[in-house]
């Protein structure tokens, strides 16, 4: 099956830096990759995706990036805020359309 | 915006004892899900299920666990006899399926505590 790995495991970045989560598969048919992000004791919510058809795709401060011959797939925050400080899953999903996560990234913005 | 709603939102309950966590997904989905958190660790998916029937389940979703669409609009996980290492936050999630990709939305999750 889907294997997701994720680095790093922790991010602590100053308000207004950038963050970079980065995500590698295993499944060359995977050809969706959500990432979510979830805050203390809420429910994980899709902040972007991308399609295996696509090489990036930006919404506002953030960006994704997919490099499907490296099976690769990166998460870009720019400016980052406070309430940006979360955890964010990565996921990869195929054919079967069962999204299998990273393991998580908790992103720590200091004011 | 359509939701996906589970209850109860949080359940205690002793080990041995049977458990049925309900979701009502969104109504125009088409794939139903049970993904379960323990404290501090990933998104675990269970099992999916589609078209009235289990499409695949993981390892953790053995035989203690069943899954029922027992009408049009519920999602019910059971686990029949509960253990200690059941606690976890268990998050149903659906989906359309459509164009390649299935975009899921959660609900807001179930917190399972087995003592």
């Known amino acids: 099956g889907e294997n997701v790995e994720q680095h790093p495991s922790t991010l602590s970045v100053q308000e207004g830096d950038s963050a970079v989560i980065k995500c590698t598969y295993s499944d060359s048919a995977s050809n969706y990759f959500p990432w979510y992000k979830q805050e203390l004791g809420k429910r994980p919510q899709l902040i972007i995706d991308?399609?295996?058809?696509?090489g990036e795709k930006k919404d506002q401060r953030i960006a994704v990036t997919l490099n499907k011959t490296a099976k690769h797939f990166s998460l870009h925050i720019t400016e980052t805020q406070p309430e940006d400080s979360a955890v964010y899953f990565c996921a990869a999903s195929g054919g079967s359309y069962i999204p299998t996560f990273g393991r998580g990234t908790s992103l720590i913005v200091h004011p | 915006e359509p939701e996906v709603t589970q209850t109860p939102s949080h359940q205690v309950t002793q080990m041995g004892q049977e458990v049925i966590l309900r979701c009502v997904p969104i109504?125009?989905?088409?794939?139903f899900y049970w993904y379960r958190q323990i404290l501090g660790q990933k998104v675990e998916f269970l099992v999916s299920?589609?078209?009235?029937?289990?499409?695949?389940k993981s390892e953790i979703f053995d035989d203690q666990f069943s899954v029922e669409r027992p009408d049009g609009s519920n999602f019910t996980l059971k686990i029949r006899s509960t253990k200690l290492e059941d606690s976890a936050m268990y998050f149903c999630a659906s989906g359309r399926g459509s164009g390649g990709a299935n975009v899921l939305t959660f609900g807001a999750g179930s917190r399972l505590t087995v003592l």
């Open positions: 991308i399609r295996s058809n696509v």
């Open positions: 109504s125009n989905h088409l794939y």
């Open positions: 299920f589609y078209n009235n029937e289990i499409s695949e």
